[in-house]
C-alpha cells in the first residue's frame, strides 16, 4: 500500500493550499482515510477524517469552518483543501488509511504517506 501526499508549501497567513493524497494497492474506496499534522517537538495530531463514500467528514475543532476533506474514488484520491491559514497550522501533513469506518484516534489509522510540508508566514 502506497500513499503519496502532494501540495504543500510555503503561504502567507490568510492564504489557501489544497493538499491531495494518492492511495494505491488498496481497494481506495473501501477505507475511511484522514489528514494528520505534526509540528516541530509536538505531538502528530488529528485535522479531519471521511467515511469510504465520503458521505460523513470530521474536523479538528482547530480547522473547522477552514478546512474541507473530500475524496474522489474514481481517482483513489484525497484531497484537504485548507483556507485562511494561520501560523499555527505549519506542520508536515499526513495522510492515512483506517480500517474503522472513521477515527481522530492516529492509531486506528494503518498506513501513512511520507507527509507534505506546509509552511505559514505571518
Known amino acids: 500500500v502506497q500513499l503519496v501526499e502532494s501540495g504543500g508549501g510555503l503561504v502567507q497567513a490568510g492564504g489557501s493550499l489544497r493538499l491531495s493524497c494518492v492511495v494505491s494497492?488498496?481497494?481506495?474506496?473501501?477505507?475511511?482515510m484522514g489528514w494528520f499534522r505534526q509540528a516541530p517537538g509536538k505531538e502528530r495530531e488529528f485535522v479531519a477524517s471521511?467515511?469510504?463514500?465520503?458521505?460523513?467528514?470530521y474536523y479538528a475543532d482547530s480547522v473547522k469552518g477552514r478546512c474541507t476533506i473530500s475524496r474522489d474514488n474514481t481517482e483513489n484520491t484525497l484531497s484537504l483543501q485548507m483556507n485562511r491559514l494561520k501560523p499555527e497550522d505549519a506542520a508536515v501533513y499526513y495522510c492515512?488509511?483506517?480500517?474503522?469506518?472513521?477515527?481522530?484516534?492516529?492509531?486506528?489509522?494503518?498506513?501513512w504517506g511520507q507527509g507534505t510540508q506546509v509552511t505559514v508566514s505571518s
Open positions: 471521511i467515511t469510504w463514500s465520503g458521505g460523513n467528514t
Open positions: 494497492g488498496r481497494p481506495f474506496s473501501n477505507y475511511a
Open positions: 492515512a488509511t483506517t480500517y474503522k469506518p472513521w477515527s481522530v484516534d492516529r492509531a486506528s489509522y494503518d498506513y
